[in-house]
Structure formats: C-alpha cells, structure tokens
C-alpha cells in the first residue's frame, strides 16, 4: 500500500480501549471541521463533521469536540478496533472558496490486538 | 456504484515530459478538486472547480494546469513535470453546498495517483 506518511506522530492504543486524536486548526472563518481516515492505498474517507457553532457532535463509535477558544478539534473513538488503524486528518471547510478542505499533517492510529 | 476514478494509479516519468492523469466522477457533482499528499503535510489543494468552465487556483498551483470542459471530468496536467513534483495526487469531487441548504457536503476521494519524475 502507499505510505501517506513517513512521520506522522503515531497513537498505539489497545484494542476495546478509546482512542483520543487531537488536532489545532488556523482559521477561525471555517464553516466545519471534518474528519477523515485514510487506510493505506486508499484516498480520505468521511467520517464525522462538525458545524462552527457547534463544540460536540456525536456519530457511531465516534465524538467529535471543538473547542474555538483554543482553536482545538479532537475526535474520540470508544472501543477501537483493528480496522480503525489508519491515518486519521483533521480538515477545515471552507464553503466560499469552492468547498475547500484545508488539511492537516495526519495522525496514525495503531491498534494493539 | 458512486465513485471517483483516477488514472494511472502508478505512473514513472522524466523531467519535462508532459502527463495527464485523468478524474471523472459519476455522481454529477459540481465541484472538483485535486490535492498532492507528501509526507507530514496533509493534503494541499492544487486546484478545484465550482462547475464547468469554471476553475481556481488552490494553494500549490504552481506547475499544473486543470480544465473541466464537461461535468464529470476534471484532468490534471503537468506540462513539464519536475523531480518536486513527485507526490501523492488525490481528486476529489463533492455537490454544490446548495444543494444541502448550505450545510457541508461531503467530498468524495479516488483511490490516488502516485507520481514520480526522475
């Protein structure tokens, strides 16, 4: 598969416990921050967002939490899985220019079995 | 099946040899994007659509040209690639946010074109 990212800071975590990734974005203007997981040999996949005006949002296994004073965005994901090891962005939105993705650098997720 | 297809997935070439890599969409988005992956940098927007006949420059255009004559397809073209050209490309097509009420429309990846200039 393709390696997306040769230093990335890394999270190990134990399967069936919770993963918690943090991410800092720029700028205030964003419409949402989104949440993607790229699996090696594959392009980003979708898999929460969360509205500005929102600071919690809630999916299957997962929680996002924004926090705009810090400019900080965190995905939690309870009882993680192998199949949840990835490359996991964070991206802000930005509707106006085109609905344009601003990402960040990545986290990988290992899961301990 | 909704997808986003690119072409070549792997392609090897040579300084100032002029490449295409190909995008088309089935899902009858509006908006397109292209982005290059390099390592520690997320993904970068090299250039992006709002519909046809209607292209932007991103963040990284410099060295690539785009054009989106019909709906569905959204080529990327390096008139004379260079070794720093040498990335992971990504296309990725979403609806237009009216369409939603104005809310967030989710982007759609392909599978990826990793480009190498020697």
């Known amino acids: 598969g393709e390696s997306v990212g040769l230093h990335l800071p890394t999270l190990s975590v134990q399967e069936g416990d919770n993963s918690i990734i943090n991410c800092a974005y720029s700028n205030s203007a964003s419409d949402y921050f989104i949440w993607y997981k790229q699996e090696s040999g594959k392009g980003p996949q979708f898999i929460i967002d969360i509205r500005s005006n929102m600071d919690k949002r809630q999916g299957q296994r997962v929680t996002v939490l924004l926090n705009k004073t810090v400019k900080h965005l965190s995905l939690q994901i309870a009882a993680t899985q192998p199949g949840d090891s990835a490359v996991y962005f964070c991206?802000?939105?930005?509707?106006?220019?085109?609905?344009?993705?601003?990402f960040g650098g990545g986290t990988r997720v290992l899961v301990k079995p | 099946e909704a997808q986003v297809t690119q072409n070549p997935r792997y392609l090897i070439t040579v300084t100032g040899k002029k490449l295409t890599v190909t995008c088309s969409q089935n899902?009858?988005?509006?908006?397109m994007s292209w982005y290059r992956q390099d390592p520690g940098l997320g993904l970068r927007q090299i250039y992006y659509s709002m519909n046809v006949e209607v292209t932007d420059k991103g963040d990284v255009p410099e060295g690539y040209k785009v054009s989106r004559k019909e709906k569905r397809n959204f080529p990327l073209i390096l008139e004379s690639p260079s070794p720093n050209q040498t990335s992971l490309y990504f296309c990725?097509?979403?609806?237009?946010?009216?369409?939603?009420?104005?809310?967030?429309?989710?982007?759609?990846f392909g599978q990826g074109t990793r480009l190498t200039v020697v």
């Open positions: 991206a802000e939105y930005l509707k106006a220019a085109g609905n344009k993705l601003t």
């Open positions: 990725a097509s979403s609806p237009n946010p009216r369409s939603s009420g104005g809310s967030f429309t989710e982007a759609f």
């Open positions: 899902m009858n988005h509006e908006y």
